[in-house]
């Protein structure tokens, strides 16, 4: 008999409450839950008609391995087997360096399958670790680090009580925003704009979000940091700072002061081709509101300045008094402090250098747009294996064809899915996943450790479905892939040999094709440590729960992990660079 139960969306940052409708071991439809506490009745069709893609012919059930050219069907103790004997002897031979990973984006969305990759790869000892963050956002970690401290702490509009908001290269429309979860992003801004918010959307583009919301101001593609300049060069001009916030918080005010210096609203319209009256118009704007917000996304993130656009939006936020007030960019936090115990135990903050090009990492990952030079230059560290977990570089990367050549050049390509993709094409291993709908799970590291929510919140939800065939849970697959490499993970014997036993236990009779280690035990354990119950008492509020409001003030002076407490306006690496816009 159909049963309807409720989990919620782990496809993007939305995370949207929804109801599925569960026959046997079948979804058969999925609505969005109307009761839910924070993304009340809002899901896109992705969202509910996901389990049409779960449920294609293509879906993966078995391990596949590479033999005589192609991939056939083999069991998960020869794949693990294969997979483990190579990863010995090239660690053996070549040192950890040469097994590289890419954690994809589908990977972010869950909490236990990062943490048990990452695992891995610290029990390999490698530096070679590659995301798809370093695609698409990898300058507000780089930036962050350098002016707060720590890459993920994210400062993100109070849409609730902001008077103004600028948003720069990003369309929430469609993109169901990005670095903060809102549910239902044209309804959000209808009501921003309704109580009476003056919205801008600054985009090369009528993007969607233009159409529904604020006021369209057209930017030449690829400008938006002569947008920031003179925006901050007008905003000093008119005296629209908080001198003493600047004074008690923050360093760097003077250099930050002559960088803006050369940039008025008429030397950068000439690139922009915003009129200096429109920049103005906006800088008055956001100069008055009682409580502003600038805001960018991808469109600023990829740009050639991505880097410097963002340190300059943040510094605008900073000095004009909107940091950490009602109204203004809040600093949330999740279920811990994530930025102090990044700080006390070095999470986040590595710094590596890649071989090719000597690039410091961002987020300990290095950039993915080096990983074909990284496979294909001779020499010490050169990369001979890669694991690719929750994404599909050969499509998501530039190059792609350089990269095909890469990829086939490897030694070991183990691609973790849930259905075959061009990436797990040409691997040399690929295994079957489970898919969200498969999985307990909470929120993932965003909302839970940072609490990036506009409405912060709490759900825990279950697997709604068993797995079929021989597909496993990530964080299982890696505690089964160290031991067949000899790699503990997290460089702990004891918790190699935890985990392999919680796994043992929790198989007996679950069947041999599907062991798993305690998933759900194990986010019970997190949200106990984090003082916020069970896993099971949290599933009793199966709308979610809410969690305490953000509190305005709490991260000036207080949360800011550099050693002075304060945040550093012009940290040298980025004032050096935008001296050389000058120069260019
Ligand atoms: S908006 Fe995102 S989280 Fe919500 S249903 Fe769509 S894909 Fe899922």
Not at 12 to 39: N, R
Not at 362 to 371: F, Q, T
């Amino acid at each position: 008999m159909a049963e309807t139960v409720q989990t919620f969306c782990r496809i993007c940052e939305a995370l949207c409450g929804l109801e599925v409708t569960v026959d046997g071991d079948q979804v058969v439809d999925i609505k969005p839950d109307d009761d839910h506490v924070a993304t009340r009745g809002y899901g896109c069709l992705k969202g509910l008609k996901q389990h049409r893609m779960y449920d294609t012919p293509d879906r993966l059930l078995h391990p596949m391995q590479r033999t005589d050219g192609e991939l056939q069907r083999v069991g998960w103790g020869d794949a693990l087997g294969s997979i483990g004997g190579k990863v010995r002897e090239l660690i053996d031979s070549h040192g950890p360096d040469s097994i590289a990973m890419y954690v994809g984006t589908a990977a972010g969305f869950g909490v236990l399958h990062p943490v048990f990759a990452q695992g891995f790869m610290q029990g390999v000892g490698s530096a070679n670790m590659f995301s798809s963050a370093t695609q698409d956002c990898a300058n507000k970690f780089a930036v962050a680090r350098h002016v707060y401290g720590f890459p993920f702490t994210q400062p993100f509009p109070d849409l609730d009580k902001l008077e103004c908001l600028i948003i720069v290269g990003a369309n929430p429309a469609i993109s169901k925003w990005s670095f903060l979860q809102v549910s239902n992003p044209i309804r959000r801004l209808k009501e921003v704009e309704a109580r009476g918010a003056k919205i801008f959307i600054v985009d090369p583009r009528r993007t969607e979000t233009a159409k529904v919301a604020g006021e369209h101001v057209f930017i030449r593609p690829n400008t938006d940091v002569f947008f920031y300049l003179s925006f901050l060069h007008e905003l000093l001009a008119t005296s629209g700072i908080d001198r003493a916030r600047i004074d008690q918080y923050m360093t760097g005010f003077d250099e930050l002061c002559r960088v803006a210096e050369a940039w008025s609203p008429e030397r950068t319209a000439e690139v922009t081709r915003i009129t200096a009256e429109s920049l103005r118009e906006m800088v008055r704007a956001y100069r008055e509101a009682d409580g502003a917000a600038l805001y960018c996304s991808t469109g600023v993130n990829m740009g050639t300045n991505g880097s410097l656009a963002f340190w300059l939006q943040e510094c605008i936020n900073a000095i004009s008094g909107n940091l950490d007030r009602a109204g203004g960019t809040l600093v949330s936090t999740g279920v811990i402090d994530f930025p102090a115990f990044g700080k006390k135990t070095g999470t986040l903050l590595h710094d590596n250098q890649s071989r090719i090009g000597g690039f410091p990492s961002v987020n300990d990952s290095m950039p993915g747009g080096i990983l074909a030079d990284e496979i294909l230059t001779p020499g010490d560290r050169q990369i001979k294996a890669l694991f690719v977990t929750g994404g599909n570089p050969l499509i998501t990367m530039a190059n792609s064809e350089r990269l095909r050549e890469a990829f086939q050049q490897l030694e070991l390509l183990v691609v973790l899915d849930i259905q075959p993709s061009e990436t797990a094409s040409v691997a040399t291993h690929v295994l079957p996943c489970t898919s969200p709908l498969q999985r307990p799970d909470l929120p993932f590291v965003f909302p839970l450790m940072l609490g990036l929510q506009s409405k912060p919140y709490l759900q825990a939800t279950r697997a709604v479905v068993p797995p079929k065939g021989e597909q496993r849970d990530e964080a299982t697959i890696y505690v089964d892939i160290a031991k067949a490499s000899g790699v503990k993970l997290w460089g702990s014997a004891a918790a190699q040999r935890t985990f392999e036993a919680a796994k043992a236990l929790h198989s007996i009779g679950r069947g041999a094709r599907q062991p798993s280690i305690p998933q759900e035990l194990l986010l019970s354990g997190l949200l106990r440590i984090t003082k916020q119950g069970s896993f099971k008492n949290l599933l009793k509020q199966k709308h979610g729960r809410l969690r305490p409001e953000h509190e305005p003030g709490s991260f000036l002076g207080k949360r800011i992990v550099h050693d002075d407490n304060k945040v550093h306006l012009a940290p040298d690496v980025l004032v050096k660079q935008a001296e050389k816009l000058e120069a260019d």
